[in-house]
């Protein structure tokens, strides 16, 4: 029934954050849970959970509950840094039917499960599977509702089961990659570009290193459909970096993808150019979020035998 709360990433990946979380504190980022779910078939009459927080990427958490595919709660808080220990009831049932439950877990804060009500079968996993790769915008970051990220979106869209891999303030890094994942996807999608360009890297940097991060991806995944999404609408498109534009990156990633075998998926078209959809200049919020989802959802679907 927990199994969706284990570590996103192998030890490998953990350890090659943990090597560059010099730079920023991509370690706890990854250490967060977003994607992750608890499920399962369950008469439980009462659903109680008491969460340890552990490091925070934000002062703020979310947390969702899904009955027999109804979002029926939502909570939202900031978070006192003087509290570590939070106890929740998200429902109360008058009778013991079986139901179907998931509770999302929060996408910024890592934590730890101390306790938990319900009892039963765990849900079945659904046979389509699918790896997201990217970076704070992946993750969820800015998007306070763990349901409403775009990766659980459209995992929910096509009924599939889904890892979520992304981290905040990440870029291309043909390091991070790991083939011994827990299953083996067959649709991945790559979704990197913004933080290459905001940390000034060079065209030619970017461009080589997104080379070397697909031509090693398609080598781990040969028959995996690996989808590169250009990056979404910014507020910040006619600003110039060392690389340019950001238009001018979502150039060098088609190209790259193309020759590595790879199918694009045009960023601009997922979510509108309207700030009202964002958090601020780059993350899309909750509405933002769940326009993306639902249209990666219906591109994958034309764009893929699935």
């Not at 953990?14 to 977003?34: G, H, M, P, T, V």
Request: include cysteine; charge should be neutral; hydrophobic fraction near 40%.
């Amino acid at each position: 029934m927990l199994d969706k709360t284990k570590s996103r990433f192998t030890e490998s990946q953990l350890k090659r954050y943990i090597d560059c979380s010099q730079q920023s504190n991509f370690e706890i980022r990854a250490r967060c849970l977003s994607g992750a779910f608890i499920g399962a078939r369950s008469k439980s009459r009462i659903i109680e959970i008491t969460l340890a927080l552990l490091r925070r990427a934000r002062n703020y958490m979310g947390l969702d509950l899904e009955i027999d595919g109804l979002i029926t709660k939502s909570i939202r808080m900031e978070l006192n840094p003087e509290i570590n220990i939070i106890g929740l009831r998200l429902a109360e049932f008058p009778d013991e039917r079986l139901r179907e439950i998931k509770i999302y877990l929060p996408v910024s804060v890592e934590i730890d499960i101390l306790s938990l009500s319900i009892d039963g079968d765990p849900l079945p996993k659904p046979r389509r599977k699918i790896l997201f790769l990217g970076d704070s915008i992946t993750q969820g970051m800015e998007c306070v509702s763990p349901v409403c990220i775009y990766p659980t979106v459209t995992a929910k869209i096509l009924r599939a089961d889904f890892i979520n891999q992304g981290v905040g303030g990440y870029f291309f890094d043909p390091l991070i990659l790991d083939q011994n994942l827990p299953f083996n996807p067959e649709i991945i999608t790559v979704s990197y570009g913004v933080n290459d360009w905001n940390m000034n890297f060079s065209a030619q940097t970017i461009k080589k290193a997104s080379s070397e991060y697909f031509e090693k991806l398609r080598r781990f995944y040969p028959d995996a459909l690996i989808f590169a999404i250009t990056p979404i609408w910014t507020n910040k498109e006619t600003e110039q970096k060392s690389a340019g534009r950001i238009q001018d990156i979502r150039v060098i990633i088609e190209d790259v993808a193309i020759s590595n075998g790879c199918t694009p998926i045009n960023g601009l078209s997922l979510v509108p150019h309207d700030i009202t959809y964002f958090a601020d200049d780059f993350h899309p919020n909750e509405k933002g979020h769940l326009i993306y989802g639902v249209n990666l959802a219906r591109l994958l679907l034309e764009k893929s035998i699935i």
